[in-house]
């Protein structure tokens, strides 16, 4: 099992460029959720999807920044116009999650973005 | 906000001593999760309770739901065990997503 995959590892964007990120869940995690660190806030949630449905999204900035999981082995996270506030690390997280009942999350390594 | 209280902030411990790490909850909280994060920034997973305590080696972990708190109790501690340590909440408005705390650096000295 190789765990939850996040490509870029690394990503360095002028101010005002476009930023993709991608994340591939465990296999057969149901739930994908994103979050981002910084020194200053610590750890967020931004927001989470669960059988490629999204479910909860109250942590995003409610402009620039979009995710979306159009299948159930990969989720991306769309930040446009990117800002220099915008950099962080960048987390994806996946689990077991089903209705009505809690799973454990399992995370990937991050994508450091940069905003020059 | 601080729905998740994490202390100490920091902690130096001698190799081979004991000390305890805490989390208050201010959010009505279904499950907790332990992570320590190394210095690359990988979160691995050390703990996830429900009500009740897990032990795994030298760790131990005890999650009281109505005195809403959480503790991670490191027994003879070793260098390896450095790093920075997050408990997280599940709970609140919202089933699903992770409450943070800030975080403990632990540094274990020789």
């Known amino acids: 099992n190789a765990g939850v995959i996040q490509t870029p590892r690394h990503k360095v964007t002028g101010k005002g460029q476009e930023a993709t990120l991608w994340c591939e869940p465990i296999s057969g995690h149901s739930a994908v959720f994103w979050y981002r660190q910084t020194i200053v806030q610590g750890l967020e949630f931004l927001t989470y999807f669960r059988n490629q449905a999204p479910i909860d999204d109250s942590g995003m900035p409610k402009e620039r920044f979009s995710a979306q999981m159009p299948n159930q082995s990969h989720s991306t996270l769309k930040i446009q116009s990117t800002q220099p506030q915008d950099s962080a690390v960048y987390l994806c997280?996946?689990?077991?999650?089903?209705?009505?009942?809690?799973?454990?999350?399992?995370f990937g390594p991050g994508t450091r973005l940069t905003v020059l | 906000g601080d729905q998740v209280k994490q202390s100490p902030s920091a902690l130096s411990l001698q190799e081979g001593t004991n000390s305890a790490l805490r989390c208050n909850f201010s959010i009505a909280t279904t499950t907790v999760q332990w992570f320590l994060q190394n210095p690359r920034g990988s979160l691995m997973n050390l703990f996830y309770?429900?009500?009740g305590t897990k032990e795994n080696g030298r760790l131990k972990s005890t999650f009281n739901s109505k005195e809403s708190y959480s503790t991670l109790h490191i027994r003879d501690a070793q260098l390896e065990d450095s790093g920075t340590y997050f408990c997280a909440a599940e709970g609140g408005s919202a089933l699903g997503r992770l409450h943070f705390g800030a975080g403990t650096q632990l540094i274990v000295i020789p």
């Open positions: 997280a996946s689990s077991l999650l089903t209705g009505g009942r809690s799973a454990e999350q399992f």
């Open positions: 309770l429900v009500p």
